[in-house]
């Protein structure tokens, strides 16, 4: 489809291990599933490059949808998750408060070591980096809301809690949505 310039991807489901951090969580059967459904979709576009974030479940998420377009995948550190020290908030009560706090403050390093907005930069720098249009970047939740959100001008916590695992933004080259997938 004609105009696409970025489709920015949050990853597939991780399959949730709370003795491990969250950053060395794979892809569950499911999530795979919705990732390779998705790539159907993706594939519409045409994208001619694929950068994911480096860890586990946003790599497979990034080498299904890659596998499917027959592209390679790159690795992007600039595409990971807003840093945050403690990255197991306990109940997901406690950790959907804690989210809420990083959205309300975006200008604090609420739970962590970057603030939201250092996020949504660096988020944005990384992209601007890659000049192979339109590519697929593969990412997290919580900079995909803050990023997106601005771009569009949406509430970025309303935004995160409307994600889907996976989900997917076409944009075109002015930062205009053309499509969620």
Not at 17 to 39: F, H
Not at 129 to 145: D, E, F
Request: proline letters at 8%.
């Amino acid at each position: 489809m004609a105009g696409a310039s970025l489709i920015l991807v949050r990853h597939g489901r991780p399959l949730i291990d709370p003795d491990r951090p969250s950053t060395t969580w794979p892809l569950c059967p499911e999530g795979r599933e919705a990732v390779e459904a998705l790539a159907e979709k993706i594939a519409a576009y045409r994208p001619v490059a694929v950068a994911t974030s480096p860890e586990p479940k946003a790599r497979e998420t990034a080498e299904i949808i890659a596998g499917r377009l027959g592209l390679p995948v790159g690795l992007d550190p600039g595409l990971h998750e807003h840093k945050r020290q403690s990255l197991s908030f306990g109940t997901e009560e406690a950790f959907r408060e804690k989210i809420a706090r990083i959205f309300e403050a975006p200008g604090q390093p609420v739970g962590g070591i970057e603030t939201a907005d250092a996020a949504c930069e660096r988020l944005s720098a990384a992209l601007a980096q890659h000049r192979s249009r339109p590519l697929v970047a593969v990412t997290h939740g919580t900079v995909l809301s803050v990023y997106v959100a601005r771009l569009l001008g949406l509430d970025a916590h309303d935004l995160w809690r409307s994600l889907h695992l996976p989900d997917a933004f076409v944009l075109d080259a002015d930062g205009s949505l053309i499509e969620r997938l």
